[in-house]
């Protein structure tokens, strides 16, 4: 599950839509729907205000040598 799935489910859980986050962060609600289908990856600092509006944090999990291996190998 990539960053546009993760955010599409959070703001179903939420009910919270793209136009609202768009103009609650001040970006477009063009990019918004970009990064739900995909299209594009967010800065850290575009992540961070989407997932504040939301109510949720950016959270970085250490991952050990043999879950990336595996990660590798699945690609």
């Known amino acids: 599950m990539d960053i546009g799935d993760k955010l599409k489910v959070i703001m179903e859980k939420e009910g919270v839509t793209g136009y609202r986050i768009s103009k609650e962060v001040g970006i477009e609600q063009t990019y918004i729907s970009r990064l739900i289908h995909g299209k594009v990856n ?32 699945r690609s």
């Open 42 to 73: 967010p800065t850290y600092s575009s992540l961070k205000r989407i997932l504040d509006v939301l109510g949720y944090q950016v959270c970085f999990k250490k991952i050990s040598k043999e879950e990336r291996r595996m990660k590798k190998w």
